[in-house]
């Protein structure tokens, strides 16, 4: 069964930076892509970041510039740099994770990130 557990979310005031972490369990397979989505209160989850096991990445135009996704693909972990943060960065930050391209999704439970003004 795989798990991801997301880290590193909190209160942090605009202008701050915050680093999340997503750690998985449950399998010896490497993940073909691993990411970060959001979902703000009221609105749909949406796409923040995602690297491949090959290291291409793509950031939503939102966090462009201000945010950097990382993996260690033997470690099965996936980092969240985030910079120069926003009150409308408050969302709720969740791990994402599949194996193949088209295969299931997995997700972690979600860490709490809020941005004061």
């Known amino acids: 069964q795989v798990q991801l557990v997301e880290s590193g979310g909190g209160l942090v005031q605009a202008g701050g930076s915050l680093r999340l972490s997503c750690a998985a369990s449950?399998?010896?397979?490497?993940?073909?892509?691993m990411g970060w989505y959001r979902q703000a209160p009221g609105k749909q989850r949406e796409l923040v970041a995602t690297?491949?096991?090959?290291?291409?990445?793509n950031y939503a135009d939102f966090v462009k510039g201000r945010t950097t996704i990382s993996r260690d693909n033997a470690r099965k972990t996936a980092d969240l740099e985030m910079n120069n943060l926003r009150p409308e960065d408050t969302a709720v930050y969740y791990c994402?994770?599949?194996?193949?391209?088209?295969?299931?999704?997995?997700w972690g439970q979600g860490t709490q990130v809020t941005v004061s003004s």
């Open positions: 690297i491949t096991n090959g290291g291409r990445t």
């Open positions: 449950g399998t010896t397979r490497i993940f073909y892509s």
């Open positions: 994402n994770a599949q194996i193949h391209p088209f295969s299931q999704a997995y």
